[in-house]
């Protein structure tokens, strides 16, 4: 299989086109709303179109109100979406028909295996690395069994904007991995490349805890003949107690009674060196100062902490 370094640290030519794609898991916490600002803005500032996919892939861990909610919180904050939003539940078709594209190349198999197996395994160490335990024994599909992609043992790296290099060989680093869950939904992986395809997303930026995914995205682009987005991940915010801002560390919702502090906010953790008294400007006006003087390599490589969010 050809595996090779994508070399990306050059942005594309024109048409830009980029997105932003939460998960309805909460509603829009401040880290969220950090990766929204960067990506619309590095969108607009390239003539881009700036485009919203909404990846309401996982039922068991969302929450109903949390679409609605994250795009009022959008708007408020003046990030006004281009085209219409596209929503992974409504995506499955899609995802059944490259995951037949894979089998007909041989590259996918049914894995019977257990979180509780794997767990015994690995001395329950975590989930990290899939042993291939069931690659070989060609089990027959059933409703409990998940689907996994067969990796091999190249190293496939990229030249992230804001990161630098990134690779590493996903044979070793997470043997073969889901597809399609054994609860039946669809993984992140699989869906994430189907629908950066069908929307023509050229540039993605988002957090940088998917850093470490974007290799096996890059494999299945590979794998499906798609085109490859050049990559920007920027920092996460993290807590006081160093942790990531998320549903899971109890993050607070951005407050939609005050965008302009929020922006300005988001300005400052992305190295944008805001003036001081631009907090005190209409939302409008801050927009401008920001596409006037956005420049992404002012944003800095490493999570960061901000207080008061
Ligand atoms: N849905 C993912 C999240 O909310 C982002 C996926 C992506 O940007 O590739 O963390």
Redesign the pocket.
Known sequence: MLVKTLSQSQPQVLPYRGRF???PTGPLHFG?LVTAVASYLEAKTRQGHWLLRM?DLDPPREIPTAADDILRTLENHGLQWDESILFQSQRHEAYDAAIHRLRLQGLIYHCNCSRKKLLERQGGSGLQIYPGTCRKEKHKPSSQSAIRIITDNQEIGFEDRIQGYFGHNIGQAVGDFVLLRADGWFA?QLA?VVDDAEQGVSD?V??S??LD?TPRQIYLQQLLSFDHPTYAHVPVVANQKGEKLSKQTSARAVSDSAPNANLFKALDFLGQQPPAELVRYELRDIWQWACQNWHLDKVPKRPKIALDV
């Open positions: 794609a939460p998960s969220s990846e992140y994430v993605i988002r957090g805890d998917l995914n």
